[in-house]
């Protein structure tokens, strides 16, 4: 049997989550100290250091994103949980919700929950990406398979 293929699709996905969530990490130490959570800069060191130590091996790399995604939500949460946050959030908001109101918000804390939402989605699409392709010799004995299993009447 052939070794399987790397998929570079859900890698560049990966990457791009880790890169994301190193800047989101790095950005996140200049928010107002009100909204500043030190929880939200472990997770997301302890989500690029599982996804690096899960990368290592053919049978973890799969879990790899799902490791940085959870990291990234986890983030989130922390984030949410910032002793001033919802009072900062409530007067920025106070009018309503707005694009315009949304990047009136300090630079650094946009930028943050930008990072947020963008690791999340790269981390959830190379979740969904298969981390190794199947070779033509595997894909043709799994039609063979099949023809067999189902009497020769596969569509």
């Known amino acids: 049997m052939r070794e399987k293929k790397i998929n570079w699709v859900n890698r560049a996905f990966g990457y791009l989550a880790v890169m994301t969530t190193v800047a989101q990490a790095w950005i996140y130490t200049y928010v107002p100290t009100d909204l500043f959570n030190l929880q939200v ?13 899960l990368m290592l091996f053919k049978k973890t790399a799969v879990l790899a994103p799902i490791s940085l995604m959870c990291c990234d939500f986890l983030c989130v949460c922390a984030f949410a949980k910032a002793e001033g946050l919802i009072d900062y959030l409530s007067t920025a908001f106070f009018s309503g919700f707005s694009f315009e109101a949304f ?11 930008l990072l947020f939402v963008l690791s999340f989605i790269f ?11 199947k070779s033509k010799e595997e894909k043709n004995h799994m039609t063979k398979k099949t023809e067999l299993s189902t009497g020769g009447n596969a569509k």
């Open 41 to 53: 800069c472990l997770f997301a060191i302890l989500g690029v250091g599982l996804f690096c130590v």
């Open 103 to 113: 990047f009136n918000l300090d630079t650094f804390v946009w930028v943050t929950v």
């Open 123 to 133: 981390s959830s699409i190379a979740m969904y990406i298969p981390p190794f392709r």
